[in-house]
């Protein structure tokens, strides 16, 4: 018997790393409940029978195939309350993505189950799963139990490690069904448009992220000028990005690219959280913020409060005279 | 169009020890994120490429949330209704959106927005479970909306890039802080938005079962609220002299051996 049912994102036939975080973490809790984990995968013909199989690896005993649109929510909600219908399942766990907010939520409203989010941590107690989030920025952590099942826990992104377990492989098992009908009224036009140049950050071990307070397209070039005094890459966040002002290919976060550099220099940054899962693993974090309310105070190891306008070249002249006087 | 009143973001936030609910006794506001929904909804009905009959502000809260209403009605809502009652005290993200689903099967609207986000509790999810209860499409986290031919073509960014999705109406959107820059009201509009229409509505009026709602029809229970893992707090320089600054902010990295 299945006990955690876990919603697995793919692209191009590539299972998406939350994701597969999630079925680890579905795993170890199912087998402390004494159950089983499976998953439910949406898409098209990418998803071979040998890539679904493969899931076994990471602790899915069943994967559930269904055969319908990709990258939308609601779809996936008929999959999931399908499966759900016929098995049963005690809790729906998602990784941090996008699509895991609106199919979770959605889901349990659908389903009659109680939901959390942003959950870093999963405790099994008394035979159930409690959920722990930090809420509050982050300046408090909460423990949510559910009253009845199912459960709906949408992670955190990056909250579970990813850990192959060898060479299990699951039973895979196609569903069939009919979509609601309000599913049937979105259609994907076109899904994962690059906008701008591609540019490689996870690599570089110095890294000058760009936020809102750099005031405009052209405040990039601060953080340009100041990456290559430093020998690294200049990064950004979602709000410029959705802005135009940088390419998405540099984006840091929840819907961006994950990054542990050994210096994270954030400059008018305010520090969401959607920022802030993708660069804590960072070993020093130094913001540049007027804001000396920005919540990235309460997790950078260096803040400085005032205008980086003033701060970023006199920093980047500095830089530059004591790398040419060391020479010297 | 849906909006929340939430704790100013400079105040100070704290849980109730007893409750373990968010205190909102303090100064609050209307959800910045909320004012990009209105402004969203105003450009569709001046752009002329929907029919926009009316705009309603709709919230779910307790007194003080009458001046988000006003402010919401401000930036150009023609009238508001406020769903306020003791049952509805403590629901969660799923009794919310059930209350809130009620309410807009009155009104019957043909497109609901909202904010994504608010800072004070959950994120993305609300749109998704008003629209399971309304059996409409739904789509979060949008930044770019384009009629049609009578449908949305609706932008945002994923895991893999930007997606264009095609949304039917009626529809309930939440969209992103990039999709807009939200006006300033005129000081015309702000004297004028306590004399426009605003219903409150009850458990009753809005024919919510009170057993869906308020903490008691929760299905979450919050059951404890701790300190995280205590994180040593970071150094702080407030700059007054941006050349001393920048001298410390060298010191601190030549330190760590962090300048190539």
Known sequence: MSSILV???????????????????????????????????????????????????????????????????????????????????????????????????????????????????????????????????????????????????????????????????????????????????????????????????????????????????????????LAKALGGGVAATRAVVDAGWYPYSAQIGQTGKTVAPKLYLAAGISGAIQHKVGMQGSEHIVAINKDPNAPIFEFSDLGIVGDLNKILPKLTAAIEDGRGGREG | MLVKDVPDAAAQKRIDPQTHRLDRSGETNLNPFDTHAIEAAMQMREGGALDVDEIVAITMGPESAVRTLQKAVSLGADRSIHLTDAGLVGSDVCATGYALAQVLKQERPGLVLLGQQSDDGECYTVGAVVAEHLQMPSLTQVIKITPVDGRLHCERQAEYGYDTVEVELPAVISVGDAINEPRYPSLKAIMGAKRKQLDTRSIADAAIDPGRVGAAGSRTVVVAVKPPLAKEPGEIIEDDDSDATVARIVAWLEQRKLIP
């Open chain 1, 7 to 225: 919603y697995v994102l793919h692209h191009d036939g590539e299972f998406n790393k939350s994701s597969l975080g999630a079925v680890c973490e579905a795993g170890r809790l199912a087998a402390g409940l004494g159950g089983q984990a499976a998953a439910v995968v949406v898409g098209g013909d990418d998803l071979s029978d040998d890539l679904c199989r493969s899931l076994g690896s990471y602790g899915a005993a069943r994967v559930y195939r269904f055969r319908g649109p990709e990258g939308l929510a609601q779809p996936a909600i008929d999959a999931i309350a399908t499966v759900m219908a016929r098995d049963s399942h005690r809790y729906v766990l998602f990784g941090g993505g996008l699509l895991g907010f609106e199919i979770g939520a959605g889901l349990a409203a659908r389903v009659g189950g109680g939901v959390t989010m942003e959950v870093t941590q999963v405790l099994v107690r008394d035979d159930r799963l409690v959920a722990v989030r930090p809420i509050l920025q982050d300046s408090a952590v909460a423990e949510i139990d559910y009253v009845g099942e199912p459960g709906v826990i949408i992670a955190r992104l990056n909250a579970f490690a990813v850990t192959s377990g060898g060479d299990g492989a699951a039973v895979v098992e196609d569903v069939e069904l009919e979509l609601s009908a309000w599913s049937t009224r979105t259609r994907m036009v076109r899904r994962g448009e690059r906008r701008g140049a591609e540019i490689k950050i996870e690599d570089a071990d110095v890294l000058v992220a760009g936020g809102r307070g750099l005031g405009n397209a052209a405040g990039f070039d601060l953080c340009s000028q």
